[in-house]
C-alpha cells in the first residue's frame, strides 16, 4: 500500500520543490525574468484585447438584431451586377407597393409582411421647437409583429391608419424629450413639412449603432405606410418574418420567386432585389469575426514564438551559470528527471507569470476600449475561454521552449559541472 | 583480513577507467584493488595525475569504472543505472568539496537539507535533521545564516553536515582544508577526527602530509595504481627510512 502511494508521492514532492525553487530564482532576478517575459506579455494582452473588442463588438451587433426575430427577412432593391438591368440608377431599380401586392397570398411560409417607406430626413416641430435630421418611415400594422419594439404609451398603428392614410405617428421617447414633450404626449400634434400628425404611441428605443458618427443624434418617427406618401415619393424595403425558423429558407425561396414575377426579371436573368435573413447576417458577422481572430492569432503567435525564443535563452543562460549547483545537485543524488523537472518548472513558471501580466494589461486594454466614447464597444470584456486559451498558450510555449534548456541540464555530467568555472 | 575487524564497506577488484584523448587512451586507474571496513579512516595521497581523483570519483559514484567490479555495502555498484547510482549518492555517500560548493542564495539550514529533498524517506523530517546536523558540526546559532554571512571554516561545516545529513556509509573529502587556513583546517580535520570517533567511515583525498596524519591508513597512488597501502604507524616508519637513504623527500 506504502509503495503505490510511493511513486505519484515522490513526484508531487519533486514538484513542490521544484515550484519553490523556480519562484525563488525568479525573485532573485525579478528585471532578467520581466524583460524576458515581455514576449509573452505582449502576445497574451493583444490576444485576450482583440478578442474582448470583438466579444464586444458582437454583442453590441446581437443587441441590434435582437429585437429582431433569427427569422426575420429583410427585402431590398440591389442592382445586379450583370445582365440588361446592371445599369438602371438606385432610383429606377426601388421597389413599387404594387411588387409586394399578393405577396401573403403566394407565399404560404411567410408569417408576416410589411412594406417599409423612407422619404429620408426631415425636420419635426412642435411649436417653436424642432428636431432636425429626424428618420420618417411608413411602417404598415403588421411591422408590430416582426420587430419587438413595444409601444410604450398609447397605442401600436392599425391597418385602419394606413387604409384611411391617417395622419398619426409613432414617436420614440428621445425625440419627445428633445421637443419637451409632456411625458404623456399621446395627442398632441407635431408638423413635418407641412403636414401635421397625431401622436397615437411611444416606441420603444432601440439600440444604435452607429461607429463613430454619434456627433448628431439620431432621431426617428414612424407614420401609416401609405402616410408617407404625403410627404413625397418614398423608396421601398420591405420586412417579413417566416412562420418558423424552419420555414425561413422556403420563405426566402418563396419571396425571391414570387418577386422575380412582379418585378419581371426575365428568366436566366439575374434577380434585381436581395432577400437577406438576419440570421444570415449574424453568419457573415461570424465569419468577419472568425477571420480577425485568426489574424489577430496568426499576429500572436508569432509573438509568442518570439518570446518563446527569449525564455529558451533565458533558460540557457540559467543553466550556464548554475551549472556547478546542478553538479552538486546530481552528487547528493537528484536524478536527471529531478534536474528536468526543475528547470521545466522555471520555464512553466516564467510563461505563466508571464501570461498573469498579460492577462492583467489585457484586461486594462479592454477597459479602455470599453471606455473610449464614440466608439460604443462598452460591452467589450474578456470571455472566460479566451483566459484559459491565454494560460494553454503560455504554458506551451514554456514547455516547448524550456524543454531544451531543461534537457541540457539533465544531462549534465556532474563530474565536468562541479569543475566548470 | 584480519586488518579489518569490521563488516567491509567498499570492495574494488581490479578497477581500471580509460579516457579517450583523441586518439591517446589514458588510463586514469589502471588496475585498483581495495578493501575498506566499516569505521576506516583513510587518506588517499598522490600527486595530481596519479588518478586519486578519479579513484574519488569512481568511489563516490561521480563516475562508471571502465572495467572491474565496484561492490558497495555488499551491491554491485558497476551495472547500476543512473536513476540506482543518484540514488546511492544520495543515502550511501556523503561529499565534501575543497571549495563547498554551497548555494549561496539560501541558508545554511536550506543547504543542509538539499540532499534530503532528493532522499525517499527524509523529506518530512528535513528540517529536523539538518537542524540536528547542523548542531553537531557546532552551527547550532548559525541556521539562518547564509553563505556569504559565514567564514570559511563554518561554509565547511555546513558542507560536511550537507555530506551526513542523509546518514551515509562513506564520507568522500576530496581536498577538504585546500581552500582554509592552517587554525581552521586544523578545526575541521578535529571535526573529522570527532566524526571518526563516532564511527563514521572516511576517505580523505589530499596532498598534505599533515592533514593525511590524521587518518589511520594511507594509500598512496602514482601512475592510477595504489603504491603504497598502510597504517598510520607502518607509513610514518617506511617514510623515516625513505628520508635516510634519500635526504627530506617530500610526498
Not at chain 1, 111 to 116: C, F, K, N, Q
Not at chain 1, 166 to 179: A, G, N, Y
Not at chain 1, 201 to 212: C, D
Not at chain 2, 230 to 238: F, G, M, V
Request: net charge neutral.
Amino acid at each position: 500500500m506504502k509503495a503505490l502511494f510511493a511513486a505519484p508521492l515522490v513526484f508531487l514532492r519533486l514538484l513542490y520543490q521544484s515550484v519553490y525553487l523556480a519562484v525563488g530564482q525568479i525573485w532573485a532576478n525579478k528585471m532578467r525574468s520581466l524583460l524576458t517575459t515581455i514576449g509573452i506579455v505582449i502576445g497574451v494582452a493583444s490576444v485576450t484585447a482583440v478578442i474582448a473588442a470583438l466579444t464586444g463588438l458582437k454583442a453590441k451587433i446581437l443587441s441590434q438584431v435582437e429585437t429582431f426575430g433569427t427569422n426575420t427577412i429583410i427585402i431590398q432593391p440591389h442592382q445586379p451586377d450583370q445582365g440588361p438591368m446592371r445599369h438602371v440608377s438606385v432610383w429606377q431599380n426601388r421597389f413599387l407597393p404594387k411588387h409586394f401586392d399578393g405577396m401573403r397570398e403566394h407565399c404560404p411560409s411567410i408569417a408576416h409582411l410589411s412594406r417599409l417607406s423612407f422619404v429620408g430626413q426631415r425636420t419635426v416641430k412642435h411649436g417653436e421647437r424642432f428636431a432636425e435630421n429626424v428618420q420618417v418611415t411608413g411602417i404598415e400594422a403588421t411591422y408590430h409583429n416582426i420587430e419587438h419594439r413595444p409601444v410604450l404609451i398609447g397605442r401600436t398603428f392599425s391597418p385602419i391608419d394606413d387604409m384611411q392614410v391617417r395622419q398619426v405617428c409613432i414617436i420614440e421617447p428621445k425625440l419627445r424629450d428633445k421637443l419637451r414633450l409632456s411625458h404623456d404626449c399621446i395627442g398632441e400634434t407635431l408638423r413635418v413639412g407641412h403636414h401635421a400628425f397625431r401622436i397615437v404611441g411611444v416606441i420603444e428605443e432601440r439600440a444604435e449603432l452607429n461607429f463613430g458618427d454619434s456627433s448628431q443624434e439620431r432621431y426617428e418617427i414612424f407614420l401609416p405606410f401609405k402616410t408617407v406618401y404625403k410627404l413625397g415619393d418614398a423608396y421601398l424595403i420591405a420586412l417579413a418574418a417566416s412562420s418558423s425558423p424552419e420555414t425561413l429558407e422556403e420563405a426566402l425561396a418563396e419571396i425571391r420567386f414570387f418577386l422575380r414575377g412582379t418585378r419581371n426579371v426575365r428568366p436566366g436573368q439575374p434577380d434585381t432585389f436581395r432577400v437577406d435573413s438576419v440570421q444570415s447576417f449574424l453568419d457573415t458577422f461570424n465569419k468577419i469575426a472568425l477571420i480577425v481572430t485568426l489574424v489577430a492569432g496568426g499576429i500572436v503567435g508569432i509573438s509568442l514564438l518570439v518570446g518563446g525564443v527569449g525564455i529558451m535563452n533565458i533558460m540557457l543562460v540559467s543553466v550556464s551559470e548554475r551549472t556547478r549547483e546542478i553538479g552538486l545537485r546530481k552528487a547528493v543524488g537528484a536524478r536527471k528527471s529531478a534536474i528536468l523537472t526543475q528547470f521545466m518548472i522555471e520555464s512553466l513558471v516564467l510563461c505563466f507569470l508571464g501570461g498573469l501580466v498579460g492577462l492583467v494589461f489585457g484586461q486594462l486594454l479592454t477597459t479602455g476600449i470599453a471606455n473610449i466614447p464614440k466608439v460604443e464597444l462598452d460591452m467589450a470584456h474578456i470571455p472566460w475561454w479566451a483566459v484559459l486559451l491565454s494560460f494553454g498558450f503560455a504554458g506551451s510555449v514554456g514547455i516547448f521552449f524550456g524543454m531544451f534548456p531543461a534537457i541540457k541540464a539533465a544531462r549534465l555530467d556532474p563530474i565536468e559541472a562541479l569543475r566548470h568555472e | 583480513m584480519s586488518k579489518h575487524p569490521h563488516k567491509v564497506v567498499i570492495r574494488l577488484e581490479n578497477i581500471t577507467r580509460i579516457y579517450k584523448v583523441g586518439v591517446e587512451l589514458i588510463h586514469a586507474l589502471d588496475g585498483v584493488t581495495l578493501e575498506l571496513g566499516e569505521n576506516e579512516y583513510v587518506a588517499v595521497m598522490g600527486p595530481s595525475g596519479s588518478g586519486k581523483s578519479t579513484l574519488m570519483n569512481v568511489l563516490g559514484c561521480l563516475d562508471r569504472a571502465s572495467s572491474g567490479q565496484y561492490e558497495l555495502d555488499g551491491a554491485e555498484a558497476t551495472a547500476m543505472s543512473d536513476a540506482a547510482l543518484a540514488q546511492i549518492r544520495n543515502d550511501r555517500i556523503g561529499f565534501v568539496f575543497q571549495s563547498f560548493e554551497l548555494l549561496g542564495r539560501s541558508t545554511a539550514l536550506k543547504n543542509v537539507e538539499m540532499p534530503l529533498i532528493y532522499s525517499q524517506n527524509g523529506w518530512w523530517s528535513r528540517h529536523k535533521r539538518a537542524r540536528q546536523m547542523l548542531e553537531r558540526v557546532g552551527l547550532g546559532d548559525r541556521v539562518g545564516h547564509r553563505p556569504n554571512q559565514l567564514s570559511g571554516g563554518e561554509k565547511q561545516r555546513v558542507a560536511i553536515a550537507r555530506a551526513l545529513v542523509c546518514n551515509p556509509s562513506i564520507l568522500l573529502a576530496d581536498e577538504p582544508t585546500g581552500n582554509l587556513d592552517s587554525k581552521t583546517s586544523e578545526e575541521i580535520l578535529a571535526l573529522f577526527d570527532q566524526l571518526h570517533a563516532e564511527g563514521q567511515t572516511i576517505i580523505l583525498v589530499t596532498h598534505e602530509e599533515h592533514v593525511a596524519r590524521h587518518a589511520k591508513r594511507v594509500i598512496r597512488m602514482k601512475d592510477g595504481r595504489i603504491f603504497t597501502d598502510l597504517s598510520l604507524e607502518e607509513d610514518r616508519t617506511r617514510r623515516d627510512t625513505m628520508n635516510e637513504h634519500f635526504g627530506e623527500v617530500s610526498k
